[in-house]
């Protein structure tokens, strides 16, 4: 099934549509994004490796889900679906923020996204889809801090821009996950 995604402007306005695979290729175009970070009632983070077989970054450690929304559907519609198709379960999410980046990737393309980005807390059973995950984990936050200042090669540069900002919206907001500065 062909994937149509929705490319924006720098202000998240609606300008056209491009299929997934075309819309990163190259420099890449700008299109709408979205990432989710999960966290359970240990202020442990739910990471995800993305399968080998994506075009960009597989094989790399991310939040939970990451992904787009389709030409006609929304944002909201769009982060549920998704979250329960990599991971067999849906909780409520929150939008805490929004930044664009734009990484290439290689000789296969690039990420250039509006990224609109997603928080939820989740204490049930997990059921990985294999065709989008290759492994997954809960990380307390000060062993993620280490792995990030050890390892930060090994994750995706969405990932490194938004932690961060999640822990610190997530701090001021709750006063939890106070334990984590990358």
């Given at each position: ?9 720098d202000k998240d306005k609606e300008i056209g549509f491009e299929e997934k695979a075309k819309a990163h290729l190259g420099n890449g ?74 990484e290439k990737f290689k000789d296969r393309g690039a990420e250039h996204e509006f990224d609109h980005t ?65």
């Open positions: 099934m062909v994937e149509t995604i929705i490319l924006v402007d175009k700008l299109h709408r994004s979205f990432s989710i970070f999960v966290f359970n009632d240990k202020d442990q983070l739910l990471l995800q490796k993305r399968s080998d077989k994506k075009m960009l970054w597989g094989g790399f450690w991310t939040n939970a889900c990451c992904s787009h929304p389709l030409k006609g559907e929304t944002l909201e519609k769009a982060v549920h679906r998704k979250l329960k198709q990599e991971f067999g379960f849906d909780c409520p999410l929150k939008e805490i923020f929004t930044f664009i980046y734009h997603f928080v939820g807390f989740y204490n049930g059973e997990i059921n990985p889809n294999q065709e989008e995950i290759a492994d997954w984990k809960w990380i307390d936050m000060k062993d993620l801090r280490k792995e990030l200042q050890n390892n930060a090669h090994n994750y995706t540069p969405w990932f490194k821009i938004a932690i961060n900002r999640v822990v610190e919206h997530l701090s001021e907001d709750s006063g939890r996950i106070r334990s984590f500065k990358a």
